[in-house]
Structures are given as structure tokens and as C-alpha cells.
């Protein structure tokens, strides 16, 4: 029984590790995309105030 054990630990850990790591990259992705509408945005207000 302690085998089993052992490998269901090691399953629902990985689980959870894998979750965890998609998580935080889907955040991540969204945090860098919004950083560059944000500075899409500031270099069309600049563009548009030197005249081009």
C-alpha cells in the first residue's frame, strides 16, 4: 500500500504544480499585454502630438 500512497501524492502534486504553473503564465501574458497597449496607446498620443 505504501507504493500506491507514494504515487498518489506524486500524481495530485504534479496536478497541482501544473495548475499552479498555467496560472501564473496566463497571468503573466495578460500583465504583458496590457503593458503594451498601455505603451501602444502613449506612442500614438505621442505621434499624434508631434504631428506625424
Same mark, same amino acid.
Request: no cysteine; proline share 0%; aromatic share 4%.
Given at each position: 500500500?505504501?507504493?500506491?500512497?507514494?504515487?498518489?501524492?506524486?500524481?495530485?502534486?504534479?496536478?497541482?504544480?501544473?495548475?499552479?504553473?498555467?496560472?501564473?503564465?496566463?497571468?503573466? =501574458?495578460?500583465?504583458?499585454?496590457? =503593458?503594451?497597449?498601455?505603451?501602444?496607446?502613449?506612442?500614438?498620443?505621442?505621434?499624434?502630438?508631434?504631428?506625424?
Amino acid at each position: 500500500m505504501g507504493i500506491l500512497e507514494t504515487l498518489a501524492i506524486s500524481l495530485g502534486t504534479g496536478l497541482a504544480s501544473s495548475l499552479a504553473t498555467i496560472a501564473a503564465l496566463k497571468t503573466d =501574458v495578460r500583465w504583458i499585454k496590457n =503593458v503594451q497597449d498601455d505603451q501602444e496607446m502613449r506612442i500614438r498620443e505621442l505621434e499624434r502630438y508631434l504631428g506625424r
